[in-house]
């Protein structure tokens, strides 16, 4: 763009010997307007033009190209320090000063050619970077989607489990969930993956499906945890294990069951923020032993007085300031003694956020607090035998006997696969639940009086007695080498339509008078449920020594919600 004729069709000739297509303009506003049309690789700019100056044209041209970069070179013959300085600022990239030397002219031309070809792959990256970034988001929108629906399927908010999860990035590599097995006992799940974000979330994936299944389907949280660790070793790498702390609350009996592999401790509190019992890791995380060396041995605590479960992950305590000091365990305890139990999670958190101060959180933080109760205020099932003209419940005809020697009886969980046959011959979950609790019930009667000969007077021997009592029904249990149960149920039609149950046991028997007293509020640590059992059925026999028990479990229309 010159006004020059001479110099431009010089410069234009100069231009097409060294390879180049050339487009020409008289001025600045016959420039500008050529650039809207042609849309050039590269202007050679001539400052004094009439119409409209290079300075001017250079700016306007700036401004149409946006984004899009185009290189300007000045052509001028003002050599002043201003002038330079203007033309810069009105957005040329390199001048060149009058009369032209061509040499110096082409290497320019050459350096902005390389300029221009990096510019263009810049563009190109960053082009594709943004579609990846859009795929990206796109794809996280969608897992958060699925995990979000894994992770909560089958999953109502109980009213004793309050938990909260911050994940370090989009994704959190821990998982907290909560589910009521058949007859109605509490288990809760804290799981911290390794790593973080989407490839730690995919970790507890496998864990989501068995914790919710076999809890629905009555499983004790030991076969639930051995259950987790082979479908881990089986899934995953091996270097992607899960710490994991799972818990099984029975209101009946007023006990925690845990089990705690990797998480920091547990710890129950009273009200007033004392701790009363820790449940430390007692074995390695998911997904690391194999079945022969896996354990799935429970801590057990009956608690006496109300309180609270806190679990956390280690991403709570392992937190540092920033002069590197962690959180701990003195921070969490700090934490539980200085507010109302009511307020817990969240002045944990309060506390960890000041603690950080400007400092990042580098890992997954998760807390989770389950209510443990007083007996007195866990409802008993309001269940009332109902007279024969209510009855419209039928499941058809059928018998199923079970017999089971000793090593079936050490290594079998019968009750899930019971539950499960009267699932699928048509109970409906409501009497799923009540058939749960009576079976349970006289199995485990049958097999810890009858079989191992526990006397649960042992539970009130001492402080401790109702572990004491835990430790010897699992090394009897570990060592029976002789016994059977034998379970059968049918459907019977007297005067109502029933669910029979019988069960026999081949141990000495025992006297089950003692432990048939009546359902009250008044807490003692056996004797329930036999007396739940006589509430929830029509009528109960027990024969002989104790060894044999029948039960008439009345199948009535299901009481509305």
Known sequence: MDDNRLNVVTTSTYCRTWGHSVVTAMDGAQAVERYQIERPDLILMDVMMPVM??????????????????????????????????????????????????????????????????????????????????????????????????????????????????????????????????????????????????????????????????TEKGFPISRITTEMNRKIRRLMPRERFVAAALVSVEFSSNTISVWNGGCPAALFANENGEVLRTFASMHPPLGIMVDSTFSADLEVYQWTTPGKLMMCSDGLLEAEDPQGIPFGSAGLTRALLSTPSSTWLDNILDALHRHLGSAPQIDDVSLVSLECRDLSSVVTPDISVHSPQQVIYDIGQWYLGVRLGHKEIRNIDVLPFLLDWCRQAGLDEYHLGNFFVIIAELYNNALDHGLLGLDSRIKIESEDGFERYIRLRTERLQSLESGRISVDLSIVKERFPALRIRLVDSGPGFDHAVYGRTISNDYVPFGRGIALVRHLCQRVEFRGRGNEVIAYYPLMETPPN
């Open 53 to 214: 100056n290079g300075f001017d044209a250079t700016a306007r041209i700036r401004t149409l190209a946006g984004s899009n970069w185009v290189p300007i070179i000045l052509l001028t013959a003002l050599g002043s320090e201003e002038n330079l300085v203007q033309g810069i600022a009105s957005g040329a990239d390199d001048y060149l000063t009058k009369p032209v030397n061509f040499t110096i002219l082409r290497e320019k031309i050459r350096v902005m050619e390389r300029i221009a070809t990096i510019q263009g792959q810049l563009t190109e990256s960053l082009a594709g970077l943004q579609e990846y970034r859009d795929k990206a988001e796109e794809e996280r929108v969608l897992a958060a989607h699925v995990m979000d629906r894994i992770v909560g399927f089958g999953q109502e908010n109980d009213e004793l489990v309050s938990y909260r999860i911050i994940p370090a990035l989009n994704f959190s590599g821990d998982l907290v969930a909560s589910a009521r097995t058949p007859a109605g006992d509490l288990h809760v799940i804290l799981a911290d993956a390794t790593g973080h974000g989407l490839a730690a979330a995919l970790n507890i994936i496998p864990m989501i499906e068995v914790f919710y299944g076999m």
